[in-house]
């Protein structure tokens, strides 16, 4: 059992703001490399890890979103007034609150099973295709948007991954063709492109070292989040970091205030780390930081047990 230990405590006085140079607050997912990446890194974790079947099917998930992401329609090109104005008013331009399952889900449901099916496809997945196959189109898609929205009770467990995989497909394909409009003020619990949760928060190397970015559980945009503060809730107060080690990649930033907490990764600490993979093969870091009394505000979509825990702060 992991043990968790406070590692750094940061007071108010050292709390960030936003930064006042051209540091950009919202990058758009290069969906060229994203899955291809993810896959390659769950494979790595799987390596002698106590999850290494799940964290290997996992892999297998991510790899046939790399194969089918190209074939995934970007959809309509919004206008770029639309996507400014959306931004600056705070409303996600990519909402999924308004989104209705229709061809684009059909299309890349079958790209991602078309993909899938590339690999050698375990019995237990056959199963779940062939249910997809029988399923009524209309089940299938109230069932996605249900996901989307945070109904998790409607969605039967074992197609959980399968509907998130696509979700990921559709959404962030729209938001890598968002090249315009990069208009954003900052300070978003939830993403500003398309409202869904973040899955955890990473302090970026290279141009945009040392910045810390909360990464969409749905569409992988990135936005800016001033670090040492809770990306919950708007308290003043310092937050508590908590981790195994004080070198270890992944932390948990926990407030007191909300008793809320979000995971920090440090890119510097392993370049090859993935928001997504990194989050699930520390799941014993959320279970030691649930043990502390602490509740996670991210969601992972590959993980409908966690993702239930935070359905009342939406
Ligand atoms: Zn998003
Ligand atoms: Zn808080």
């Known amino acids: 059992m992991t043990t968790v230990s406070a590692v750094k405590l940061i007071q108010p006085g050292e709390i960030q703001s936003m930064p006042a140079d051209d540091t950009p607050l919202l990058v758009y997912p290069n969906v060229a490399d ?7 890194r769950f494979a790595q974790l799987a390596k002698d890890h106590d999850l290494a079947d799940w964290l290997q099917f996992c892999a297998q998930l991510t790899a046939a979103q790399a194969t089918a992401i190209s074939e995934i ?8 007034n639309f996507v400014r104005e959306s931004l ?16 684009d889900w059909q299309k890349a449901l079958q790209a991602f099973i078309t993909a899938y099916e590339k690999q050698e496809v375990q019995e237990p997945v056959k ?16 069932q996605a948007q249900a996901y989307l929205t945070l109904d998790e009770a ?21 938001a890598a063709a968002m090249t315009h409009a990069k208009i954003y003020s900052g ?3 939830l993403c500003p492109v398309c409202g869904s949760h973040p899955v955890t928060s990473v302090v970026r190397v290279g141009d945009r070292d040392s910045h810390r970015y909360l990464i969409c559980s749905l569409c992988s945009s990135e936005w800016y989040g001033p670090r040492a503060r809770c990306t919950n809730c708007d308290t003043p107060k310092e937050v508590t970091m908590l981790g195994e080690t004080r070198e270890s990649l992944v932390q948990g930033e926990c407030c007191d205030d909300c ?10 600490r392993d370049p090859m780390m993935d928001p997504v993979a990194d989050d699930l093969a520390t799941i014993q870091l959320d279970m030691a930081l649930e043990k502390e009394g602490f509740q996670r ?11 239930q825990s935070e359905k009342t702060d939406t």
């Open 187 to 189: 300070e978003n619990s």
């Open 297 to 307: 505000t991210g969601r992972n979509l590959f993980l409908m047990a966690i993702a």
């Open 73 to 80: 329609d970007a959809g309509e090109v919004l206008e770029e």
């Open 259 to 268: 008793g809320g907490y979000l995971k920090l990764m440090f890119q510097s």
């Open 34 to 40: 994203l899955y291809k990446d993810r896959s390659t």
């Open 127 to 142: 199963k779940v295709f062939a249910e997809f196959k029988k399923a009524d189109a209309a089940e299938l898609a109230k």
């Open 154 to 174: 409607e969605v039967k467990p074992e197609w959980a991954p399968f509907i998130s995989a696509v979700l990921q497909l559709i959404w962030s394909k729209r």
């Open 88 to 103: 600056k008013h705070g409303v996600p331009p990519l909402s999924v609150s308004t989104w209705k399952a229709g061809e």
